[in-house]
């Protein structure tokens, strides 16, 4: 059974920083290609980052990339979101997602549909 979890979300003015985890259970983290997924009220869900099994190939949404930084630590089975330079447009539910597949670059890999698993999510509020 795999569960994702989660934590770190908050509310932060426009400027500032968040760090959000997914603490994940079954092992995925080093053997799924791990992402974050957001979404807004009214809106889609939608493709923030991702990061490959091996944790060298990173993906991001144009609006995220030299903001964004997706990591992740096998050893603590976790993957992290570290947001820089927050803007009031970021404000969503961000949710954490392990995929069954390698290739980062893919086009697939920023579907929603292409992950297997999937946390409840954590708010982010970014206040302008």
């Known amino acids: 059974q795999v569960e994702l979890v989660e934590s770190g979300g908050g509310l932060v003015q426009a400027g500032g920083s968040l760090r959000l985890s997914c603490a994940a259970s079954?092992?995925?983290?080093?053997?799924?290609?791990m992402g974050w997924f957001r979404q807004a009220p009214g809106k889609e869900r939608e493709f923030v980052a991702c990061?490959?099994?091996?944790?060298?190939?990173?993906r991001y949404t144009e609006s995220t990339k030299g903001r964004f930084t997706i990591s992740k630590d096998n050893a603590k089975n976790t993957v992290y979101l570290e947001m820089n330079s927050l803007k009031p447009e970021d404000t969503a539910v961000y949710y954490c997602?392990?995929?069954?597949?390698?290739?980062?670059?893919?086009?697939?890999?920023?579907?929603?549909?292409?992950?297997?698993?999937w946390g409840q999510g954590t708010q982010v509020t970014v206040s302008s």
């Open positions: 997602a392990a995929g069954d597949f390698s290739d980062v670059y893919y086009f697939t890999a920023a579907r929603a549909a292409r992950y297997n698993y």
């Open positions: 079954g092992g995925v983290v080093s053997t799924y290609t």
């Open positions: 990061i490959g099994r091996s944790g060298r190939s990173t």
